[in-house]
């Protein structure tokens, strides 16, 4: 596996890629495209597996931004709930996100 690799090997069934960010992590992420050629088609989105059971904190979805972009958010909401940090889910929040940007 070289440095770039995320997954020991490139040919991984999905499932068996997020049961390894599942045993690696202790969750894992998903990422689905928009579907081109859909009248009402949805954007792309990505969402977590295994927070409720890794930290007692509900899946997190988010819409519209790159699987990489995903990942960087839920790497930080990861960190700042592997860290002891009480984050709020029933109202928007300011605290988490640079510049003061408020986040739900």
Not at 8 to 15: K, L, T, V, Y
Request: hydrophobic letters at 40%; glycine letters at 12%; proline letters at 8%.
């Amino acid at each position: 596996m070289s440095g770039d690799d995320v997954f020991p090997d490139r040919d991984m069934s999905h499932r068996d890629k997020i049961e390894f960010m599942l045993e690696r992590e202790g969750w894992a992420m998903d990422a689905v495209p928009t579907r081109e050629g859909v009248e009402s088609a949805f954007p792309s989105y990505a969402y977590t597996v295994g927070f409720e059971e890794r930290f007692g904190f509900p899946e997190i979805c988010v819409v519209g931004l790159s699987p990489v972009a995903c990942r960087g958010l839920f790497d930080l909401v990861a960190n700042a709930l592997d860290g002891g940090t009480d984050l709020p889910i029933s109202a928007p929040f300011i605290g988490l996100l640079d510049g003061g940007q408020p986040c739900a």
